[in-house]
């Protein structure tokens, strides 16, 4: 019902930020609560961020909080994931990913983009 895209990973030192974007298409954006995850080479998906629909309430996993900050513009249908003071176990494929309010799982997911730190 909603597609996404990710937009604004590349290659950054340690210590280094970036703004990763997700562009959702369709009208129903601001029923969804959104949540970034990573996936390293060899390692299983994480949920780094989640936000909810309104914005609300947030969420980060403990490696990331303090460093990471997650919002959303539901008039511009994007969520976003500030990265800053990156660190080499940063590296990771990075995708967005919808949750339809009322439902237990994220069922959107958008292709994903690249995010290479370097040390």
């Known amino acids: 019902q909603v597609q996404l895209a990710e937009s604004g990973g590349g290659l950054v030192q340690a210590g280094g930020s970036l703004r990763l974007s997700c562009a959702a298409s369709g009208r129903t954006f601001s029923s969804y609560n959104m949540g970034w995850f990573r996936q390293a080479p060899g390692k299983e998906r994480e949920l780094v961020a989640a936000i909810s629909k309104n914005g609300y309430n947030i969420y980060y996993e403990d490696s990331v909080r303090g460093r990471f900050t997650i919002s959303r513009d539901n008039a511009k249908n994007t969520v976003y994931l500030q990265m800053n003071r990156l660190k080499a176990d940063d590296t990771a494929v990075y995708y967005c990913?919808?949750?339809?309010?009322?439902?237990?799982?994220?069922?959107?997911w958008g292709q994903g983009t690249q995010v290479t730190v370097s040390s």
């Open positions: 990913a919808g949750q339809y309010y009322g439902r237990s799982s994220y069922d959107h």
